[in-house]
Structures are given as C-alpha cells and as structure tokens.
C-alpha cells in the first residue's frame, strides 16, 4: 500500500468515514473520523496561518513500525507544506462537514480561516484560482481548483450563511464558464 500521506485522500476519506456515521451511527465510524482527524490536524495543518500541507512523505519502513514506542523514537518523515488549492478545498469540505457533525467550533473555525487563505494567496480575480504558488509564481488552468474552492465555498455559505462565500462560488463559476466558452471558440476557428 502506498505509504505516502496525501492531503486529498485524507480529505476523501474524512467524508467517507462521515457519510458511514452520519448513515449507521456506528462508532467505529467516528472513531475513524477523529482518528483522520486527529493525523490532519496534528501533522498536515499549519496551525498558525491555517490551511494543510500537501503530503507527507512516503516512508515504508517507518510505517512498518508496529510498536508505538519504537515508532515515536525514530524521527518522522517530512512534510511537504505546499499548499494546494483543490486538496486544501476538499479539506475545507470535509473538516466543515466534520465540525457540523460533531459540534467542534474550533474546526469549523480553522477550516473557514483555511479557506479564506486559500483564496487570499491563490485567487486573482479574472484568473481564477491557482492550483500553487511556487518560488512566487503561481502554476493556474486547472479546473480542478476552480471547481473545488467553489464547492468550498459553497460549504462554507451554508454552514455560515455569510454571503461572501455565495459570491466568491458564483465569480469562480462565472469565470469557469467564460474560460470554457473562450476555449470552445478557440478550437472551432482551428477547425
């Protein structure tokens, strides 16, 4: 199994583990769900600016560690502390969702500041939003990103019905729709 540990799958997972409480009210469930979230919080946020890292490192041997003890010993793997647009929105997602779920405002809290910056560093209004910035230049045109910071967004609308978010969801879907009409002329006068 791959060792490397991704924001994006933790996000994916985070939901799933929700959607398994939310539908059987299993323990086992929410037990997984803090679990994740207790890893994303303690390992992957930044806990002074918000918003999470990329990934850890993939370490098999370190991971093959059984003995907590043993484990604790050796030094972690690094982190990789990009910070991505689209995991970071899908994170946004599933932590609101989270918060919601088992009543934790200090999440709900830290997901909003991670959201706003997300936006803060990576949007540019008529460019969208970039999927990183790295050594200052940001890397844009992913659809990926547009579309997950405008479903974060969205998330975050509805948990705090601040109408900011609504706004910043409409203005990524607008431009998403400009840049695939401008793309769909492009390739008809190709034609």
């Not at 997984?32 to 490192?57: I, K």
């Not at 936006?119 to 547009?146: M, T």
């Not at 998330?155 to 609504?166: G, P, S």
Request: net charge negative.
């Amino acid at each position: 199994p791959q060792t490397e540990k991704l924001l994006d799958v933790n996000a994916s997972m985070l939901m799933l583990y929700l959607d398994g409480f939310e539908s059987l009210r299993l323990a086992r469930y929410a037990e997984r769900t803090e679990a994740v979230l207790g890893y994303v919080q303690q390992t992957l946020a930044d806990s002074q600016d918000a918003g999470w890292a990329a990934s850890q490192q993939e370490a098999p041997e370190y991971y093959a560690i059984v003995d907590a003890a043993m484990r604790a010993a050796r030094p972690c793997p690094p982190v990789d502390r990009t910070l991505l647009a689209a995991p970071n929105a899908a994170m946004v997602s599933a932590a609101l969702r989270a918060a919601r779920v088992f009543e934790d405002d200090g999440l709900r809290d830290f997901a909003l500041r991670s959201l706003e910056r997300i936006v803060l560093d990576h949007y540019r209004p008529g460019a969208g939003v970039a999927h990183c910035i790295e050594k200052d230049v940001p890397v844009r045109g992913l659809l990926d990103d547009q579309v997950a910071v405008a479903i974060a967004n969205l998330d975050a609308f509805d948990t705090t019905e601040d109408i900011v978010y609504q706004m910043m969801a409409e203005e990524l879907a607008r431009q998403m729709a400009q840049q695939s009409g401008s793309q769909q002329s492009s390739s008809q006068q190709q034609d």
